[in-house]
């Protein structure tokens, strides 16, 4: 007779088969880096790429905006007296720029390019990189009050305070061998600081051909970016101006080659018969040279045609062609005599 078999207790075959207590810790540190990835791709910044002819186009347009405005300016005040303002030119320019800082930037509005070219500063340090709120990569608020207002003293106030040191500089010569040295070591810092800026900014325009951020080194200094304020938005491109100036410079050049090639006095020929006043030229004084419309201090006589010249118009004409015409019968003149001599 066999023996009956043991059968494991239900709290034995428990104990043996459940996991320890800190399994799912061990389990969460294992899933934790897969599931961090997985929180990061979804957070990955947009990359947005700025058009850099339109911001080089947007800075020719306000500039060419401020040359406007100071031409009608000046032209206000070229009445009241001449030169007026040309003592006040660098103060000129500062209001006029001081101006468009004002009604646009400072009200968080483009400036008159920028809006033209569908642009907007925006605070790259507060921008959003990544996040719900990202959409197209152009979100992010515009620019702080300290930066507008460095924004301001940078340019208007620099540009003011550069001019009127340069035209101070070359007024009191400082640069001359015969001033006292301060002036000179003046001279070679202002020139010193000059060269640094200019090397700056041809660095400055090397890293914005790179990549297209901050085409000045205000901006790149306030970390104040352009970008597209409306992303299905194009901007506004005419080529109407260009196409009219290609037209009138081929016109031009076109006028340049052929007009040497021209005789004044044919063409001038050609066109009398259709002229309007063919009737009052041709009954006009015949005491009166035909070339100069005046009466001649030294008469000479065309041959065969005897109408009267001034000899200087007559010699001339006759002297810069061999078969010139008379202009009142179109006859080749062949001879020219004083008149009143046989």
Excluded at 70 to 78: G, H, T
Excluded at 311 to 339: D, F, G, K, P
């Amino acid at each position: 007779m066999t023996d009956p078999e043991t059968l494991p207790s239900p709290s034995a075959s428990t104990d043996s088969s459940s996991p320890p207590p800190d399994a799912w810790a061990a389990e969460y540190r294992r899933l934790l880096p897969q599931w961090e990835s997985m929180r990061d791709s979804s957070k990955i910044a947009i990359p947005i790429s700025i058009s850099r002819v339109n911001q080089f186009d947007a800075a020719r347009l306000d500039v060419e905006m401020s040359a406007m405005l100071k031409e009608q300016l000046v032209k206000v005040f070229s009445l009241v007296k001449p030169g007026l303002l040309f003592q006040y030119e660098p103060e000129l320019d500062a209001f006029l720029e001081f101006l468009i800082w004002r009604f646009s930037i400072w009200v968080d509005k483009p400036t008159p390019g920028n809006a033209l070219m569908n642009l907007r500063y925006r605070d790259e340090r507060a921008a959003p990189i990544t996040g719900k709120e990202v959409r197209t990569g152009l979100e992010g608020p515009g620019l702080s009050v300290s930066q507008k207002v460095l924004y301001c003293i940078s340019t208007v106030g620099g540009q003011y305070i550069w001019s009127r040191l340069q035209s101070f500089s070359a007024f009191r010569r400082w640069g001359d061998s015969e001033q006292r040295p301060l002036a000179r070591r003046a001279w070679g810092l202002v020139q010193h600081a000059e060269g640094l800026y200019r090397a700056s900014s041809f660095f400055n325009l090397l890293l914005f051909l790179y990549g297209a951020r901050y085409k000045t080194i205000v901006e790149r200094i306030l970390k104040a970016r352009l970008v597209y304020e409306s992303p299905n938005m194009n901007r506004a491109v005419s080529f109407e101006y260009m196409n009219r100036q290609l037209v009138w410079n081929e016109f031009s050049e076109m006028l340049l080659l052929l007009l040497p090639l021209l005789n004044s006095s044919s063409v001038k020929k050609f066109l009398l018969p259709f002229s309007k006043d063919k009737s009052a030229s041709s009954s006009g004084d015949e005491a009166d040279c035909p070339i100069c419309r005046s009466s001649p201090s030294i008469p000479f006589e065309a041959l065969p045609c005897q109408h009267r010249y001034c000899y200087y118009c007559l010699q001339t004409r006759c002297a810069a062609t061999n078969s010139y015409r008379c202009a009142r019968c179109n006859e080749i003149v062949v001879a020219i005599q004083r008149q009143g001599s046989s």
